[in-house]
């Protein structure tokens, strides 16, 4: 949450002793991060000071302009020409008003008010019909205070002429984001309790009221007071102020609300939002008389309860809200009057002619606070600060400081009786600490002495000796375990404090996770081969998986079902990733030349007899569209093939090393019957890959261009893969090349030969390349030339023609012997 602190409202409770940019770095590394410092003021400098109208006269060539002189401690006054409004209501009472306003000389630098951007702009002397203006007489928004821009801002009577606006009003603003459930910060009086701590600056408590002062019934003779629901409203406070005169608050209340971002309204409104800011506690005032009135002249009765079924409320913002039966209301006799913690009705709201005011000051669970404002889209101040936690100790203290101020500043007078339910008090958390335990956290060792002297000041009361017992404050609802008082001792000891040390302990046994290893490495292979990687579902329709297979209808029995689907598209768990993976490439071929993709994920298949599912790991490929992009430069065209996958198989393999690895014919659905393999690895099957056949890409709404697919089965893949693998030694010793072309049966697969080869010319036959396979005419019927080129190299010497010569007719003898092969001369 943001929050917004004045240093001058925070010194009215600690002693500010560092400069804002150190304050601001010493909150933020002790846990409150202080995001930005505003500067009020400080573009003003010696240009803009408190200044005193002494004459107010028409424009002699403009009914709608003033002459206007303003004396500022100068030797003579200067002369404005101003616009401005309240100006020609100031005319009416003047002399016997003689206002005090915020004076810009010329050089200041102010906002333009009539640009967009409201960018600074350096104010000049200028000639206004005629006259010389020789300075402005500012409105707030052009001293950069509010958006107010209506008239010129006029300054309290006692506003010393002559003095730097600078030094009058100027002021530094700590922004802050307060994250987490920390109610006990979004306060000046919890901010200045850390700076206390942090600085060793005494916290002064005496703006706050003593409650032992004021009489505390359950029962006051004012108000009748019932909980109905005490699990979601643990207390609740009335006070009553009699004779109030509403009018505006005080300039230097409203200044302070303005800082924080509050629009001021009128003395008691203001009042309580203040009240709220300086001390966390959420406060609302009722007009009594209204109150009154809706209870037919009688007592009034303050009702809290859960709202019942179909109930409505106007709230102040004239929005008609519809409630529910788990939230919280504040009502009386006639209905509903306000949602509590949130916001009030309008039906009891505070006026202009508003002479009594019941202020209400409770404490609301947090959970249910927190449900109601966001079911009804009403996020307010009070519901931010009741939603993390507030303190129920602190309602009454709270209602007693705007009733203070509203005796002072609205005439009003004080019923010395408070109204106060508090069924069930909390119970203060006492917690154990070993200093030792202390030390095992941080790694330091911190004195008895130490500790006590971070945690009393820091509210927390301290008793013990050895193992010290830590009575938690109210405020502090975050607190409730020995290690969030060790963290509280760090934070105001001081992170920066903490010696760099080693370990001083044996590291734990490592065990590596060789799935995890592995999929992560099948992934940087994946990608470093140019692949895009996808995650899709693992919930599907079924009828997705029946397509791949051309079938109308699906063995449901097949599959894990899902308890409370959100739809039928959803309703089940997958059973191969490659419906997800066409449902991808469909919408991304709608924009992309080219898709090449990944997935790694699991398979769900229901086990007989088990609650859950084997849930193997498997991983998909597909690749279409455009081989290469359009460019000018030459390039190969067409669309991807079969061919192109099974290279970036033969790539991904050989990444992972794997040997004897085979791509064998198959004529496996999903695959196009003449355009598919199956992938084996020394007789272990993987998977398939293969040209998507035609009927299926229809029906999964593909384009009319070759998607080759594959999807292995990642759990055996890394069960096989190498993890150490040995490097082959890089002979310097020339190598021999030669040519050798057989002649065989055409029924062979050349996937049968090659392996043959490599096996009989090891270990001096390096290479076997398949370059040229011909069946024209110098064959015979039903025969085919294979022409290989083959390596030979030794890593200890050059070889001679003789010992490759020897390897050769091993060679050709191996495949006359197996394939009827003769030699091609």
Known sequence: ????????????????????????????????????????????????????????????????????????????????????????????????????????????????????????????????????????????????????????????????????????????????????????????????????????????????????????????????????????????????????????????????????????????????????????????????????????????????????????????????????????????????????????????????????????????????????????????????????????????????????LMEKHSSGTLEKIAGDLYPQPKETITLELDPHYVERLLGIKLSIKKITEILNSLEFEVSGKNILKINVPSHRKDVNIPADLVEEIVRVFGYENLPATLLDDELPPQHSNRKLEGTERVRDILVNSGMDEIITYSMIDPMDEARLSLEDDIDIEKFVPLKNPLSQERSHLRRSLLSGALHTARSNLRFLDKVVTFEVGSVFHPLKGRKLPDEPLRLSLLVSGLRSPQSWMEQTEGYYDFFDLKGILEHFFSALHFKGLEFRKSRKLPCHPGRCAQILVNGNELGFAGELHPKIRETFELPEKPVCIAELDLDLIIKLGVENHQMEFISNFTPIFEDLAFVMDASFPVEAVTPVILQTGKPLLRKATLFDVYDGEQVDVGKRSLAYSLTFQATDRTLTDNEVGKIRNKIVKRLQHEFQATLRT
């Open 1 to 404: 949450m943001a929050l917004q602190t004045p240093l001058s409202w925070l010194q009215d409770f600690v002693e500010l002793s560092m400069a804002p940019t150190e304050l601001a770095e010493r909150l933020t590394t002790a846990g409150l991060e202080v995001e930005t410092i505003e500067k009020i003021g400080e573009n003003w400098g010696e240009y803009c000071v408190v200044g005193q109208i002494s004459e107010i006269r028409k424009h002699p060539k403009a009914d709608a302009l003033n002459l206007v002189d303003v004396e500022f401690g100068a030797d003579k006054p200067i002369t404005i020409v101003t616009g401005a409004p309240n100006i020609r209501e100031m005319e009416k009472t003047f002399p016997d008003s003689v206002p005090k306003v915020a004076l810009a000389l010329s050089g200041a630098m102010l906002i333009d008010a009539h640009h967009e951007d409201q960018p600074l702009k350096k104010l000049k002397p200028a000639k206004i019909r005629g006259i010389a203006s020789e300075g402005m007489l500012c409105s707030e928004l052009e001293l950069g205070l509010s958006e107010e821009h209506v008239g010129i801002f006029i300054l309290p009577e006692d506003a010393p002429v002559g003095t730097l606006l600078q030094d009058y009003i100027g002021d530094n603003t700590l922004h802050f984001d307060i994250k987490g459930g920390f109610s006990h910060l979004l306060s000046m009086l919890g901010i200045a309790r850390e700076i206390s701590a942090l600085t060793g600056q005494k916290l002064d408590k005496s703006v706050l009221p003593d409650v032992s002062k004021i009489e505390v019934l359950e029962q006051p003779p004012f108000v009748e007071l019932e909980i109905k629901d005490p699990d979601i409203c643990p207390r609740y406070t009335a006070l009553l102020i009699r004779n109030v005169k509403i009018g505006p608050s005080p300039f230097w209340m409203q200044q302070r609300l303005q800082r924080i971002g509050m629009r001021p309204i009128n003395n008691i409104v203001d009042i309580t939002n203040y009240v709220m800011l300086e001390l966390g506690q959420p406060l609302h005032a009722f007009d009594y008389d209204k109150l009154i009135e809706r209870a037919n002249g009688e007592t009034p009765k303050i009702i809290v309860r859960r709202a019942n079924k179909g109930e409505t409320l106007l709230t102040l913002d004239d929005v008609e809200r519809k409630l529910d039966t788990d939230m919280l209301m504040i009502t009386d006799k006639a209905g509903l009057i306000a949602i509590g913690g949130v916001m009030g009705g309008g039906g009891s709201e505070v006026s202009d002619t508003t002479t009594n005011v019941l202020l209400e000051s409770a404490n609301f669970e947090f959970l249910n606070n927190r449900r109601t404002s966001q079911v009804l889209k009403l996020r307010t101040e009070a519901s931010e600060r009741f939603g993390k936690q507030v303190d129920p100790e602190g309602t009454l203290q709270a209602a007693l400081r705007a009733a203070q």
